[in-house]
């Protein structure tokens, strides 16, 4: 219970940083880059301008799934390893930008990283494990599920009121 309760704090505190990262993002860009002391190696351009209002609204996505799933972290589990692949996509695209597009320092990589690695870390320790009582409920849910698919009483409620009909609406007809 009390690792359910720091990951909604984790996922709340990560949510709404994530937010507070997509409006600068894709409002104040210049504002928000300069705050992590980042700057396009060429300057600001309308492509980095595009760029930065699409990173935005990734991060309104992300920041709007982390508060969804701090709602209810056991029933969205399987939403907290979009929180840890996040964190890995994160030190990624930092080695890209470092190496590849010499546009993020090392000082700014190795910081970049640290958090990422901490924040991924504690969504794996933290996060909700399917117990076997659960995994059993769903296989149980899911063959009743199927056998009720086949009984007889489902297939007649299943079919339409006109074939239940079709035996009076031959007499009928044949009556006329």
Not at 9 to 18: D, F, N, S, T
């Amino acid at each position: 219970m009390r690792s359910t309760r720091l990951l909604r704090a984790a996922l709340i505190v990560w949510g709404v940083w994530e937010l507070l990262n997509a409006v600068l993002a894709t409002f104040l860009p210049r504002w928000g880059a300069s705050m992590v002391s980042w700057a396009p190696r060429y300057g600001w351009n309308s492509d980095i301008f595009a760029m930065s209002a699409q990173y935005g609204m990734g991060m309104f996505l992300l920041g709007f799934v982390y508060l969804l799933v701090a709602t209810d972290p056991r029933r969205y589990r399987v939403f907290v390893w979009v929180a840890v692949a996040e964190q890995a996509v994160g030190i990624g695209i930092g080695f890209y930008g470092t190496f590849a597009l010499q546009t993020i320092s090392a000082p700014q990589l190795v910081a970049v990283t640290v958090i990422n690695i901490v924040i991924g870390t504690i969504f794996v320790l933290v996060r909700p494990r399917e117990t076997a009582a659960q995994r059993t409920s769903e296989v149980t849910t899911a063959r009743e599920a199927a056998t009720a698919k086949r009984t007889p009483e489902v297939t007649a409620a299943r079919e339409p009121a006109a074939t239940k009909r079709a035996p009076e609406i031959a007499a009928a007809l044949e009556s006329t």
